[in-house]
């Protein structure tokens, strides 16, 4: 028997009830968005940290993956056009990965998913000024043809 298996076990039927409704609700919290191409997170300026926001998207983007077991995705990180082109490639990356690695820890394969990193080269949203460059910090998700 496995050890979280014999802690509910011996948990008063209470606490049971209780556990049970929290994994309910928060499994009913995700939910699978209808199309998974163009699915985005966004990043803070100068950082490739998951926001609870983007964790909780690309959660929802890994449930699309497990219902659809034949998709396969490219993970495209983005930056604002402030900074050199190659800090901002090797940012670009660090957002495609840390954003993949969420996937992966929500049960997408590895194999599933590739990543590239167009730094500030392949802006999506044209322009300048802090509303554009906040929409140009990001990790896009594409599905693979």
């Known amino acids: 028997m ?17 556990l049970t409704l929290s994994i309910l609700i928060t499994a009913a919290c995700v939910r699978a968005p209808e199309e998974l191409n163009g699915q985005q997170v966004f990043f803070a300026f100068d950082s ?6 983007a964790k909780k998207d690309l959660k929802a983007q890994a ?11 490219t993970m495209q990180g983005r930056c604002d056009e402030r900074g050199s082109t190659e800090y901002n490639l090797a940012l670009g990356a660090l957002r495609a990965a840390n954003a993949s690695h969420i996937m992966i820890e929500n049960g997408i ?10 730094g500030k ?6 322009g300048t000024g802090e509303e554009v460059w906040a929409k140009n910090r990001n990790a896009t998700t594409v599905v693979q043809k």
């Open 2 to 18: 496995l050890y979280y298996e014999q802690l509910y076990k011996e948990m008063d039927p209470m606490k049971k009830t209780i």
């Open 109 to 118: 394969e590895p194999e599933r998913i590739k990543t590239v990193s167009y």
């Open 121 to 126: 080269e392949k802006p999506i949203y044209p």
């Open 63 to 73: 449930l699309y993956m497990k219902q659809n077991p034949d998709v396969k995705i």
């Open 48 to 53: 490739a940290e998951i926001s609870t926001d």
